[in-house]
């Protein structure tokens, strides 16, 4: 039992030997095809600069912006006829009895949890309006990338980040940055 017990051990080691090899060799041929190129070129792009400063994109996300200023003031509102009514029981209660006062306070709390709700709601569809634009755009984005990318013979292009997304490259050249090129060609092709 023992025996058949190190031998089971055993296979899963050189199983393990075997596949970190086999990387090892595809890792050293990638690189070994990249060393027989002239060069490996690496670019790098803002997505959110190109969403933002293409036409088609700016527009969008004026939409968006639109559409979240709307639910606002309808939230704005809503707030403010509560408040009405906070100020109508707070200055009546003195004057009504148990039973109306308990009446005008659940109506009141009904209020307030109904706009609570719609509140959490509106900032749903606007999390998911975003989303579907920022997927949207990345694919238009990623078409835009890839034709500045072959134009210019580079092999890798990296989403470089910026101030208010992870910022994933540390450090480039400045001739490395295609973004401005991306965002032309973006409003070339996405109108």
Known sequence: MKTMLWNVQRSKQICLVVIAGLCALSVTGELALAAKKDSFRVGVIDPQSVIEKSKAGSRALAGLKEHAQARET?????????????????????????????????????????????????????????????????????????????????DVVIDKGSQTTLKIVLYHRDGLDLTNEVIKEFNKRFK
């Open 74 to 154: 309808v939230m704005k509102n809503d707030q403010k006829e509560l408040e009405k009514l906070q100020e109508e029981l707070n200055s009546a209660s003195s004057t009504l009895g148990d039973e109306e006062k308990k009446r005008r306070q659940d109506r009141f709390t009904q209020k307030f949890q109904d706009w609570q709700k719609r509140g959490q709601e509106f900032q749903a569809e606007l999390g998911q309006k975003q989303k579907e634009l920022v997927q949207e755009y990345m694919k238009k984005i990623q078409q835009a990338t890839s034709i500045v990318a072959k134009r210019h013979g580079f």
